[in-house]
């Protein structure tokens, strides 16, 4: 059984930085992947970002480029660091971990069986 919590999430202005973090406790952590997922008010949940257990990410196309996760084993923690902020960001964003090794797969929330309670990142224009 794998607890995950984020934290940072806020309230920032378009353009504004933020770094999101997953805490993990119980379970071999650098055994699984990691996911980040995000849900829109009044939309589906999308994928974010992920990493697996070797270090290889994916990202959508949404935040190519702006968002990038990392994951610290000795910490047992994911990171996604994201930057150039947009309005259309504003959402709540999940953290997931999975015992997964496909690199389609880890974007895939299905695939996941553990979740964390969610933190809001709101950006204003």
């Known amino acids: 059984q794998v607890a995950l919590v984020e934290s940072g999430g806020g309230l920032v202005q378009a353009g504004d930085s933020l770094r999101l973090s997953c805490a993990a406790s119980?379970?071999?952590?650098?055994?699984?992947?990691v996911g980040w997922f995000r849900q829109a008010p009044g939309k589906s949940q999308e994928f974010v970002a992920a990493i697996n257990w070797s270090g290889s990410t994916s990202d959508a196309m949404s935040v190519k480029g702006r968002f990038t996760i990392s994951r610290d084993n000795t910490k047992n923690s994911v990171h996604l660091q994201m930057n150039s902020l947009k309005p259309e960001d504003t959402a709540v964003y999940y953290c997931a971990a999975g015992l997964i090794s496909g690199a389609n797969m880890i974007t895939q929330a299905r695939n996941y069986a553990y979740w964390g309670q969610g933190t809001q990142v709101t950006v204003s224009s």
């Open positions: 119980g379970g071999a952590f650098s055994a699984y992947a």
